[in-house]
């Protein structure tokens, strides 16, 4: 499994899990979420998405991943809801 060495998950670890069939497959395990101090908080609407508030507070939507770690949903999917707040982390 080729992991960019750029990528957050670089200094992931690797697991194995055995298929039904017997075949192994490499994952990628478990990585910790920083934590991230948020600096304020916004109220979310139904038309926010995580890569356009990272666009609109990062200036670069690729950066959604620091909104979803600093949410309390795992599933970034779940991070949003409308008209529940999402806390917006420094960029740093």
Partial sequence: MA?????RYSASPTVEWTRPDGSIVKLVGPTLRPARAAVFSRVVTDTDRLDTL????YRD?????RLADAAAA???FDALVTGATVAIPPDK
């Fill in 3 to 7: 992991i960019d060495k750029r990528s």
């Fill in 54 to 57: 990272a666009a609109r507070y």
């Fill in 61 to 65: 939507p690729r950066k959604l991943y």
């Fill in 74 to 76: 795992l599933d970034p």
